[in-house]
């Protein structure tokens, strides 16, 4: 049975890719310091799947800790999601950010290198192609400057990859991700935001609920067929199991260059007044929005080209955001 290490496994993304990769005959063992999740997660994985995951509660940016965990597991790839997500707060504290997001994985590969470990996937974002020049945005749409520090460290994340994996022959896959939303069937395991949502569904699941009086629509002026902007919503389960894929391909030695990166989209885009209808038809409440400026940094509009992710993976999404926006509510309605 091969052994995969999973950093941050108990966050949002984290815990749905723990389920699917037991479901899938692996073993995982958990590293997270439950700095934006809680223990409880790990027995709710376990109740799902019926099997507890190894978990070591332990601070990535300890190096010490790292080569010790190390020392004590051989594994046979890793999955990283542990990092700060958090767009306005790496604007105020983009030290914190470099240092979550960039010292960990320095340290992460150090150890990888040293002990001729191999398969890394990494978390990346769709953050790095900006606001593309054209749509459905492709792997080969180039990079544009990072609008905030977050969206910095998932650049320098990659080159930090693609340069180990062309020096050292480790083989590593980087994961675009649209906006994955929703929560697993079981409702046992979702997003858990802390204070005040910033992304769109927990905001839209938390006003349903009455915890928020009002949603805010940021801005319907852009170039868009309503005027609000538009995105790539992907159910999380859905995104999960692109990892198990893409760890698939690794491990069976399918990938074609040292570091490889894919788009994990849906392929289609909604715009913010077709999520608010969609989430009103499926859930049968209605919502209180108004609409407000935009919101600074936002871009007009961005969804996958999941061409090259279908082909290479034998990925596709199968879940619909109706699906998505159902399981997040139900979520929200178990909190
Ligand atoms: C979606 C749309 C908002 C809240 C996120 C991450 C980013 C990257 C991509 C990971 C936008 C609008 C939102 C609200 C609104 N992910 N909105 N009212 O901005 O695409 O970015 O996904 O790397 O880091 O933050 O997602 O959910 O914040 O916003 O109208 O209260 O909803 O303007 O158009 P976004 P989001």
New binding site residues.
């Given amino acids: 049975m091969k052994k995969i290490l999973v950093t941050g496994g108990l966050g949002f993304i984290g815990s749905h890719t723990v389920v699917e990769l037991q479901n899938a005959g692996f073993e995982v063992v958990i590293i997270d310091n439950l700095s934006n999740s809680k223990i409880e997660v790990l027995n709710q994985i376990t109740s799902i799947t019926g099997i507890q995951p190894d978990f070591y509660q332990l601070d990535l940016r300890i190096k010490n800790d790292v080569k010790n965990f190390f020392n004590n597991n051989t594994v046979d790839g890793i999955i990283h999601f542990a990092a700060s997500?958090?767009?306005g707060e790496s604007v105020e504290k983009p030290l914190l950010y470099y240092e979550n997001n960039i010292t960990t994985l320095v340290y992460l590969l150090q150890e990888m290198k040293e002990r001729k470990l191999d398969n890394f996937i990494f978390?990346?974002?769709?953050?790095v192609y900006g606001q593309a020049d054209e749509l459905p945005i492709t792997e080969n749409a180039p990079t544009k400057p990072a609008e905030?520090p977050?969206?910095n460290t998932?650049q320098i994340g990659e080159e930090i990859i693609k340069d180990s994996c062309n020096a050292y022959e480790l083989n590593a896959i980087a994961l675009r991700?649209?906006?994955?939303?929703g929560a697993h069937d079981s409702v046992k395991i979702g997003e858990l935001p802390i204070g005040v949502?910033?992304?769109?569904?927990?905001?839209?699941t938390q006003t349903a609920a009455g915890i928020r009086e009002q949603?805010?629509?940021?801005?319907d002026d852009?170039p868009t067929p309503d005027g609000?902007?538009?995105?790539d919503?992907i159910h999380v389960v859905d995104l999960a199991k692109a990892h198990i894929a893409a760890l698939q391909r690794l491990i069976n030695k399918n990938n074609k260059q040292h570091f490889e990166f894919f788009n994990v989209g849906t392929g289609k885009g909604s715009?913010?007044l077709e999520?608010i209808k969609a989430f009103e038809t499926v859930t049968g409440k209605k919502l209180n929005?108004k609409i407000?400026d935009?919101?600074a940094?936002?871009?007009t509009a961005?969804y996958a080209d999941t061409t090259l992710a279908n082909k290479e993976l034998h990925w596709k999404t199968e879940k619909t955001l109706e699906e998505a926006l159902l399981s997040a509510w139900k979520w929200q309605e178990k909190q």
């Avoid at 991700?177 to 939303?181: E, H, S, T, V």
């Fill in positions: 997500k958090a767009v978390s990346s974002s769709c953050t905030s977050y969206g998932k991700y649209f906006n994955p939303i949502p910033q992304n769109l569904i927990p905001f839209v949603l805010s629509v940021f801005g852009y609000t902007a538009v995105r919503y715009s913010v999520v929005y407000v935009r919101r940094g936002d871009i961005a």
